[in-house]
């Protein structure tokens, strides 16, 4: 294995940090992108990439560059925490972030969207791509999106509600295809142990929170925050009257909602009905 890299303030930049990573170790071997294609697959531009830092690619491409350049298990690491470090995300998002990662429990009400920890990659690239993100910053919000899926994958996941309004289930993704693989994550993940998800069906009414998605995180110190959002901004919520206001409006939500085993019942009706 190559001798380790001297820790520098660029290590505190994992997606940097991995693109200087990968940039040393092919010019050790003084090749050129289009050699390093030809002995470990994919196209020379994904290289390109890759070592400017526009992508981070995939764990396999990692795992065949760590068995290429004789790092085992080095570059995936790097891969690992490229694509779960916060500071992918805007400005605004970051604190909800680390908070969420941290947090001991998890609630969320969805309206329209589904929650960002429930996504598939396609269904993160679409939503994000009406958002108008160009394409290298698209793929870099997407690979960030799936790396937050880690928070509930995890051996010592965290509890997490989710209610979703049907309205959510109605409007599917462009690709049929897509949208079935969507909903199907839906209820592979309603299944674990760490996961309840219920869905309100049309015809129940209004409610508190019609056109305000939430999310609550309880917090390791017994704190409860907010964050609620809509297309153009988010709010991280941290006083305890808001907080607790928005809780009782949630909690209402929740007694009009259909139980878990009706609710994974809905949710296999709809995909009977995609096409």
């Known amino acids: 294995m190559p001798p380790r890299r001297v820790i520098t303030g660029r290590s505190q930049e994992p997606r940097?940090?991995?693109?200087?990573?990968?940039?040393?170790?092919?010019?050790?071997?003084?090749?050129?992108?289009?050699?390093?294609?030809?002995?470990?697959?994919?196209?020379?531009?994904?290289?390109?990439?890759?070592?400017?830092?526009?992508?981070?690619?995939?764990?396999?491409?990692?795992?065949?560059?760590?068995?290429?350049?004789?790092?085992?298990?080095?570059?995936?690491?790097?891969?690992?925490?490229?694509?779960?470090?916060?500071?992918?995300?805007?400005?605004?998002?970051?604190?909800?972030?680390?908070?969420?990662?941290?947090?001991?429990?998890?609630?969320?009400?969805?309206?329209?969207?589904?929650?960002?920890?429930?996504?598939?990659?396609?269904?993160?690239?679409?939503l994000l791509g009406a958002g108008g993100l160009e394409k290298g910053e698209l793929d870099q919000q997407v690979e960030a999106r799936m790396g937050r899926r880690e928070v509930l994958e995890r051996d010592d996941a965290s509890p997490f509600r989710v209610i979703l309004s049907e309205a959510v289930l109605c409007n599917s993704l462009r690709c049929d295809r897509d949208w079935r693989e969507q909903v199907r994550y839906l209820l592979e993940v309603a299944e674990r142990s760490n996961v309840t998800l219920y869905v309100v069906p049309y015809g129940t009414g209004l409610h508190g929170l019609m056109d305000t998605p939430v999310t609550f995180l309880r917090l390791p110190d017994g704190r409860t925050v907010a964050y609620a959002e809509n297309v153009l901004r988010g709010e991280l919520i941290e006083e305890t009257s808001r907080v607790e206001d928005l809780q009782r409006r949630y909690d209402a939500i929740r007694d009009l909602a259909l139980g878990p085993a009706e609710s994974r019942m809905f949710m296999l009706r709809i995909l009977e009905e995609v096409p």
């Open 16 to 126: 940097r940090r991995y693109a200087e990573e990968l940039r040393l170790l092919r010019a050790e071997r003084e090749l050129s992108l289009r050699q390093l294609a030809e002995t470990v697959g994919w196209d020379p531009s994904l290289f390109g990439k890759l070592e400017s830092g526009a992508t981070l690619g995939g764990p396999e491409v990692a795992q065949a560059l760590d068995a290429f350049y004789g790092t085992p298990g080095l570059l995936l690491a790097m891969w690992e925490v490229a694509v779960a470090d916060p500071m992918q995300f805007k400005e605004r998002f970051r604190r909800y972030m680390a908070l969420e990662a941290e947090a001991i429990s998890l609630w969320h009400y969805g309206g329209s969207t589904i929650h960002g920890l429930l996504q598939t990659p396609q269904y993160a690239r679409e």
